[in-house]
């Protein structure tokens, strides 16, 4: 069982930047996927950015050119850096892991709330 902590939510203007960070109790490496997922109230949960072991990224349409995912398996931690943030991505942002037995996300962290006001 693979444990997440993410942090480096909080408040932020529009246009300005976060960096969330998410530690993982085990070697990141051991997942074959690792993603960013985020919840806004009233609406259901999407997939923010995904990297895999084979290198690749993914990005939903809205935050392409100005958020970025990195995984540093020295250090089990995954970041999303933000820029140019807008209000609607104000949300609870989570951590997920994805082992290589299942093509479901199924280790989550508890979630770090980002809001951006205008």
């Known amino acids: 069982q693979v444990q997440l902590v993410e942090s480096g939510g909080g408040s932020v203007q529009a246009g300005g930047s976060l960096r969330l960070s998410c530690a993982a109790s085990?070697?990141?490496?051991?997942?074959?996927?690792m993603g960013w997922f985020r919840r806004a109230p009233g609406k259901e949960r999407e997939a923010v950015a995904t990297i895999c072991r084979d290198g690749s990224t993914t990005y939903t349409d809205s935050v392409k050119g100005r958020f970025a995912i990195s995984q540093d398996n020295a250090k089990n931690t995954l970041t999303l850096h933000m820029n140019s943030l807008k209000p609607e991505d104000t949300a609870l942002y989570y951590c997920?892991?994805?082992?290589?037995?299942?093509?479901?996300?199924?280790?989550w962290g508890t979630g770090t709330q980002v809001t951006v006001s205008s």
């Open positions: 085990e070697d990141l490496s051991s997942q074959y996927c």
């Open positions: 997920a892991a994805r082992p290589a037995w299942t093509a479901a996300f199924v280790y």
